[in-house]
């Protein structure tokens, strides 16, 4: 299957109950890992790029894997930037075959987010790309930035169910409780706000810092209307813990491929888990 914008399955994700995982590359290991486990549990899903992975990788190695990646795998899967910060990298992104996009205009007034988001929803529906926005601020690590708990800020309903009805992306975004990276304690979710919200608004919402959340959590964040899940430092966790144990033990181990299989292995096991948590196993 060649890529494919989020609308071809969040609707029906939102419809029947169900999430699609974004799932972040971050080399080729985590594409293969990622694309073997869609395959095995027929699932759709989303390559999430960051700014800082794209810039690792290059842009058209980027594309040219996903490419490769939604064929080899026969499910559909869209190729995602995320929490894209300006208008020129969305463009850049989606002139370089991207199917969808975010734009984290989080950090601007919330007039502000409303109008440049506007703008990137209606250059991106013109050439049949999917939009993700967001509204509130998601503590932890981002990329390469910290964001600390005093300065996250949860979404207010009133505010995202209006930002919906002015911007009408197809994922909205909202800050809930949880957080980028792993968490010291148990996140608190504020399951009233999805609630709220998801119940004015079309689009499914997008629940950011999906690691590290427990599983009844994640189930009744689904039923109250997140369709999209991003999970990124869980597989990072699984991957790394894998190499170190088998550099740690084997000090003379020098053929990447050694110890990156045995990775890209954790990486895949870890996706499946949370494809079958999601309940996207056997949707594509
Ligand atoms: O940091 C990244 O590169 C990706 C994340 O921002 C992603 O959008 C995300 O929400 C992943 O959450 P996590 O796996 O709980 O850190
Ligand atoms: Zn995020």
Not at 21 to 39: D, R, S, T, Y
Request: aromatic residues 6%.
């Amino acid at each position: 299957m060649s890529l494919v914008p989020m609308t071809e399955f969040l609707p029906r994700a939102k419809k029947e109950g169900f999430a699609v995982g974004q799932f972040n590359m971050n080399n080729l290991e985590f594409v293969q890992g990622i694309a073997a486990a869609a395959k095995e549990e027929r699932s759709p899903f989303i390559f999430g790029v960051s700014e800082g992975a794209m810039r690792y990788m290059g842009i058209d190695y980027v594309v040219a894997m996903a490419e490769i990646a939604a064929k080899e795998s026969g499910v559909p899967v869209a190729l995602h930037l995320d929490h894209g910060s300006s208008f020129e990298m969305v463009m850049k992104c989606i002139q370089a075959g991207f199917s969808s996009v975010m734009f984290d205009g989080s950090h601007y007034p919330f007039e502000e987010n409303i109008r440049l988001t506007k703008e990137v929803v209606k250059a991106a529906h013109a050439v049949g790309v999917s939009v993700e926005g967001e509204l509130g601020t998601i503590g932890g690590v981002e990329d390469d930035v910290q964001v600390d708990e005093a300065d996250a800020a949860l979404a207010n309903p009133k505010e995202a169910i209006r930002f919906w009805n002015e911007t009408k992306v197809d994922a909205m975004a909202i800050a809930v409780g949880t957080a980028h990276g792993m968490y010291k304690g148990e996140p608190k979710i504020h399951f009233n706000i999805i609630d709220e919200v998801s119940k004015n608004i079309e689009a499914p919402i997008v629940l950011h810092g999906g690691s590290g959340v427990p599983d009844e959590s994640i189930k009744q964040s689904i039923q109250l209307g997140v369709g999209k899940i991003n999970v990124n430092t869980e597989s990072q966790v699984a991957c790394t813990g894998v190499v170190r144990e088998l550099l740690n033990d084997n000090p003379d181990m020098i053929d990447p491929r050694k110890y990156l299989g045995p990775g890209r292995e954790a990486i895949k096991e870890t996706v499946k888990e949370k494809m079958r948590l999601f309940g996207s196993s056997g949707k594509a």
